[in-house]
């Protein structure tokens, strides 16, 4: 951890320097002195291993590492340390998508199906008129975070890109905000056919290594040669935090695989915050960052936004981010959520002010809770009790997310498990085949072979539960039986509506 008071007489000497020759550089504002305080106390409060942040005023940046990379192991988190970003990948696709309009490649509100006439929604209207503006801002009608288990489950890029014309919209287009990683799975791969090379290598080559982010990855491979890499965690229902691996999957890579440091996302800032500029060199021009700035559908919060964001904060998706209002000033933020990981990162553009929290835990409001104070401080007096508001949010998603299910069914099922067995099945998510697992059903599904138990709630209703590790509570599942005293149907919230092989879908 670096010296606040070091760093702080290093600013005011060089401040002196270069007034004595006509100069004046910039200087970061004064970091609030009790900011490693809060911060080691807040990881204690939300049992967080470990977590780094970085700062950034205008060109100025600090960054700052905080506990351990692991439970396991007591090496210690720096700047340098890698973490998943999780959903703070999204902003970088839309950067991407920002470069190739710079470049005269595409126009934001350009029709997709132009570009890549194999782009395929379900809504014939919104097919024939998505724009990678609708992709970015999540518009296109498509319902919030459905169709996320083709990841899950093994599929590949291009077979989920296939597949997603067979996610029901939710509403009609342009109607509502609905959080879509396929829809930025999409963005991504239109990205990669504009700049004639992956996605992954396009983000390396346009972003990274002109913002000089060297410690940055794609894919979550990249832990295994990184080095000074924090281990994923869950929290355990009695206390304490235990490793879990890192979310091996890329398929949905332009939405949340990307991974970095909190030295790195601090260029990553000073970039958005100077107009698209660093060091001299212009890598975005100021009109694209201004239109990723600039709200394009109008959103509600839901329990996954924090405080300050509420009902009056005018809460709104630009493409690639959150955009509201505190105090005065408007805010972009983008969060992000990984088995195992945490991160935020919030700009000010009117104050030039930036921070980036990483966490190496899920199910925690610690990144939140560091912005909001650091907001308090360094943006506007907040006039509330922030911390007291989040602290609540973060009991509510403690309780919700480890509930422990039923120990007993309350009633016996209707049929004998036997009679369950079959694949059910439909066109989004494939077959997934169910099989008697002694007292309980177990069910498979994907090209990766996913498997989870079904619990006996009672008579044709049983708790699905994923494998470990993933952040999803277990579900109440139920079986339709037909006349003939067969199940034909499958009712899920995971999979949706499956029916049983030989049945109509």
Known sequence: MHSL??????FKIAALIALLHGYAPPVLAEIPQGLDAFVNDSMKKYNVPGAALAIVDGDVIDARGYGVLSVDK??????NTLFMLASNSKPFTAA?????????KIDWNDRVIDYMPEFVIKDEYATRNTTPKDLLAHRTGLPAFTGDNLEALGFTREESFRRFKYIEPSCSFREKANYSNPGFVCAGMLAARLGGDTYENLIKKEIFAPLGMTRSGVTSKDRDTAGNVADAHMPLPDGGSKVIGWDGSDTFGPAGCLNSTAKDMAQWMRMQLNEGKI??????SAESIKEMHTPAMVDEPSFAEMAPIDEHSGLSFSPGWAVYHYKGHEIIEKGGARAGMRSVVVLC?????GVAVMANQNLTVLPEAIRAYLLDKMVAPAG??????????NQMVIRTFTQKPLAKPTSPTSLPLSSYTDEYENKLYGAIKISVDGEQLRWQAGPAK?????SPVGYNTFLLAWPPGRISLPEEVTFTVGPDGRPTQLATESFGLLTARGKEN
């Open 5 to 10: 008071r070091a760093r702080q007489s290093v």
């Open 74 to 79: 007591p090496a210690k988190v720096d700047v």
């Open 96 to 104: 991407l998508i920002a470069i190739m309009v710079d470049r005269g």
């Open 279 to 284: 060091d001299g060199r212009q890598i975005i």
């Open 349 to 353: 553009p009117d104050k030039k002010f």
């Open 384 to 393: 509330r009790d922030l911390q007291a508001e989040i602290s609540a949010a």
């Open 450 to 454: 996913v498997s989870g138990s079904l």
